[in-house]
């Protein structure tokens, strides 16, 4: 089992940045995919950003290119998403998940779940 633990989020002005956080815990995330998702208020649920277990590649939705950037500390258990030149529309509940498929994982099939973070982003 591994338990998953965002934090970071809150309310910020558009055009600010936020560094999210997931902790890991129960077992290593090294042979893991880690991700991270968001959900909207009467939105279904999309994927923000992956990264690989194996060489660190990853993959981000259209929407945040450029402006996001996700990455992990193994030794630390942790991945991170830093958030750069927020916009209104990246209001969300945002939360992180691990998988052992890169590209299942990607497609929503995590194998955990965290809780999540909000990230409220005012105009």
């Known amino acids: 089992q591994v338990q998953l633990v965002e934090s970071g989020g809150g309310l910020v002005q558009a055009g600010g940045s936020l560094r999210l956080s997931c902790v890991a815990s129960g077992r290593s995330i090294r042979n893991y995919a880690m991700g991270w998702f968001r959900q909207a208020p009467g939105k279904e649920p999309e994927v923000v950003a992956v990264?690989?277990?194996?060489?660190?590649?990853?993959l981000y939705t259209n929407s945040v290119k450029g402006r996001f950037t996700i990455s992990r500390d193994n030794m630390q258990n942790t991945v991170y998403l830093q958030m750069n030149s927020l916009k209104p529309e990246d209001t969300a509940v945002y939360s992180c998940?691990?998988?052992?498929?890169?590209?299942?994982?990607?497609?929503?099939?995590?194998?955990?779940w965290g809780q999540g973070t909000q990230v409220i982003v005012s105009s």
């Open positions: 998940a691990a998988g052992a498929s890169f590209l299942r994982l990607h497609s929503g099939q995590g194998d955990y």
């Open positions: 990264i690989n277990q194996s060489n660190g590649a990853t």
